[in-house]
């Protein structure tokens, strides 16, 4: 916080909050943001460091941003997309695929992180009973991972404090150890940990039984569960090969890493690591409106 000055703080002369939080404890008030600062009420400024949940990629108020969005706002704000096509869905689809590795052509967008994952999950099952796999419904996770709020996609995220309440509404999914190969303590190198910790895929395949698998879900930099986890390089490639083998789905979590948080758009574009779907929120939309995107190409949409 830079202290421009230091007036009194105005939680006390509030009025209560009818918004459900998390927490009764209250919070600044935003008067406006700019850039990477915030403003609030009673005249603090702040710097946004995390760009809030790791969304405000290219600042706040940015005003190429904002002038767009009042451009199409005063054209049209709404078009259902069973009635009508609008322009500016097609050309940001276009943008983004531009973006993608090569092949992964085909994007739906939804209205943030948890919905975009959860949706490559439904569309990998699409696929599977559309092919004639039936029997393949189970999304192999890792543990810890963070995959979103809603109940599908919080069946794949590895924690069981957000996930033992809801536990009796959804299917919990397996499991494998994220590649924290930088704690063990053994004689092998770091590449042959990622080896070694790809290679727990496989096995869990096997136990799960390899027919019953439709997919593994990871995020190619780890996100809330895992502090930035990268795994050794040797992982990335293992793991890709192991889905080849079993026709499994491999589907990356963008949602934090994509969207050039990394350097490059997609955080898995670092070890040439292709998935089968993609999902991308958080810093796709910066923060202006609640957006998100599934990607996937069109050998996988085709059937549906």
Not at 39 to 47: A, C, E, H, L, M
Not at 248 to 259: C, F, P, R
Not at 265 to 278: A, E, M, R, S, T
Request: net charge neutral; proline share 7%; charged share 25%.
């Amino acid at each position: 916080m830079l202290k421009s000055q230091t007036p009194a703080l105005d939680t006390e002369a509030r009025p209560p909050s009818h918004l459900f939080y998390l927490s009764s404890l209250r919070r600044p008030l935003v008067d406006r943001a700019e850039g990477i600062y915030i403003w609030t009420q009673d005249g603090r400024r702040f710097i946004d460091g995390s760009s809030g949940p790791m969304v405000a990629n290219i600042g706040h108020s940015n005003r190429n941003v904002l002038d767009a969005m009042k451009r199409q706002m005063d054209r049209a704000t709404f078009a259902y997309r069973l009635h009508f096509e609008n322009e500016p869905a097609e050309e940001l689809a276009r943008a983004l695929a531009a973006k993608l590795p090569e092949g992964m052509d085909r994007i739906f967008f939804v209205s943030g992180g948890s919905e975009a994952t959860e949706s490559c999950i439904k569309l990998a099952r699409q696929w599977a009973v559309a092919t004639g796999q039936p029997r393949r419904w189970k999304v192999i996770t890792r543990f810890p991972s963070y995959h979103g709020g809603t109940l599908g996609s919080l069946s794949v995220t590895g924690d069981d404090a957000l996930a033992e309440t809801f536990a009796p509404m959804m299917q919990v999914m397996p499991t494998v150890p994220a590649p924290a190969a930088w704690r063990d303590r053994d004689n092998l190198s770091i590449e042959q940990r990622g080896i070694r910790y790809a290679d727990m895929l496989e096995e869990k395949i096997l136990a799960e039984g390899p027919e019953s698998v439709l997919a593994f879900i990871m995020e190619p930099v780890g996100g809330a569960a895992t502090a930035a986890l990268v795994a050794p390089d040797s992982y990335y490639p293992r793991i890709r090969e192991i889905c080849d083998r079993y026709g499994i789905l491999l589907i990356h979590d963008e949602v934090m890493s994509g969207a050039g948080r990394t350097g490059k758009f997609l955080g898995g574009d670092h070890w040439n690591c292709k998935p089968d779907i993609v999902a991308l929120s958080k810093g796709l939309g910066s923060g202006y409106a609640p957006l998100g995107a599934l990607a996937a190409p069109m050998r996988l949409v085709q059937p549906l």
